[in-house]
């Protein structure tokens, strides 16, 4: 099975601030990338697919980027609601498989 | 807009067999992958397995042989069943639409297993 690493397992940030989220696979998965939004209490969001496709309806500050192992989501000009939990997600090998995600704290 | 919701029993005992149900409004669930994802608390998110609705599943070999998924057209609904439960089920299972880039999610329901 295809492991996800994120890094770092948290930050914290203030508003305005840009942020990068890195997610690396065990193995190549070409674009077969999403990242997701978790607040608490509610389902993920998606908010990119194929590595670098924002999801309709997400702001433009978020963007992602990579592919192969090496993945990026980056967030810039950090709004109060950006705080939340990261996800990526691979979608090249079953099982699928997510990263242990990225909780974006408020300094 | 399609919406998702999951349902069935919150507590359940350890060796019994959870059956949740995720109802769809707005849209046929024909034609669509449908994918199932469980998240104990305070964890993070695991793929527990996906069926198209011609009856196609796959399953995350970690549960492989306790879990199975099926889906029901004339109700317009999707089913999973995990046997065998422990303390290490207690989860929120969600049920999301799509086979990758899961766009739409139930609101998840939290399952807890304990004697």
């Known amino acids: 099975a295809i492991q996800l690493t994120q890094s770092p397992s948290s930050l914290s940030a203030s508003v305005g601030d840009r942020v990068t989220i890195t997610c690396r696979a065990s193995?190549?998965?070409?674009?077969?990338l999403a990242w997701y939004q978790q607040t608490p209490g509610k389902a993920p969001k998606l908010l990119i697919y194929d590595a670098s496709t924002l999801e309709s309806g997400v702001p433009s500050r978020f963007s992602g980027s990579g592919s192969g192992t090496d993945f990026t989501l980056t967030l810039s000009g950090l709004q109060p609601e950006d705080f939340a939990t990261y996800y990526c997600?691979?979608?090249?090998?079953?099982?699928?498989?997510f990263g242990q995600g990225t909780k974006l704290e408020i300094k | 807009q399609v919406q998702l919701q999951e349902s069935g029993p919150g507590l359940l005992k350890p060796s019994e067999t959870l059956s949740l149900t995720c109802s769809v409004s707005?849209?046929?669930?024909?034609?669509?992958?449908w994918t199932w994802i469980r998240q104990p608390a305070g964890k993070g998110l695991e793929w527990i397995g996906n069926i198209y609705t011609s009856g196609r599943t796959r399953y995350n070999p970690s549960l492989k042989s306790r879990v199975t998924m099926s889906a029901d057209t004339s109700k317009n609904q999707l089913s999973l069943k995990v046997t065998s439960l422990t303390a290490a089920d207690t989860a929120v299972y969600y049920c999301?639409?799509?086979?990758?880039?899961?766009?739409?999610w139930g609101q998840g329901r939290l399952v807890t297993v304990s004697s």
């Open positions: 707005g849209d046929s669930i024909s034609g669509y992958y």
């Open positions: 999301a639409r799509g086979d990758w880039a899961l766009k739409s």
């Open positions: 193995q190549g998965i070409s674009s077969a």
């Open positions: 997600q691979q979608f090249n090998t079953y099982p699928y498989s």
